[in-house]
């Protein structure tokens, strides 16, 4: 089993910046790809971004292209969101995700970030 925790959500004014963290811990033994995925109020879960087991494989989507930053601290079995040029439209609930091998996924129980224009 691997329990994520997530912290750094909140509530932040229109063109600031917040950083979201994610911490693995557990049956972390393998390759992990590791991933921030959002749902906005009355919309579907989507990918904002990815980060390969190397920390230099990256994918965003095209919404946050731009002004976030996925990152991860191997060591500890982080990863990092930083968003910069926050929108009201980000606001939404983000996820951490993990996924193991290709094999096994595991998710956080989610942190609420909130934008104001």
């Known amino acids: 089993q691997v329990h994520l925790v997530e912290s750094g959500g909140g509530l932040a004014q229109a063109g600031g910046s917040l950083r979201l963290s994610c911490a693995a811990s557990?049956?972390?033994?393998?390759?992990?790809?590791m991933c921030w995925y959002r749902q906005a109020p009355g919309k579907q879960r989507e990918l904002a971004a990815r980060?390969?087991?190397?920390?230099?494989?990256?994918f965003y989507a095209n919404s946050v292209l731009g002004r976030f930053t996925i990152s991860r601290d191997n060591t500890e079995n982080t990863v990092f969101l930083q968003m910069t040029g926050l929108k009201p439209e980000d606001t939404a609930v983000y996820y951490c995700?993990?996924?193991?091998?290709?094999?096994?996924?595991?998710w956080g129980q989610g942190t609420q970030v909130t934008v104001s224009s």
């Open positions: 995700n993990v996924v193991i091998n290709g094999i096994w996924t595991y």
């Open positions: 980060i390969g087991a190397d920390g230099a494989t990256t």
């Open positions: 557990g049956s972390t033994d393998g390759v992990l790809v």
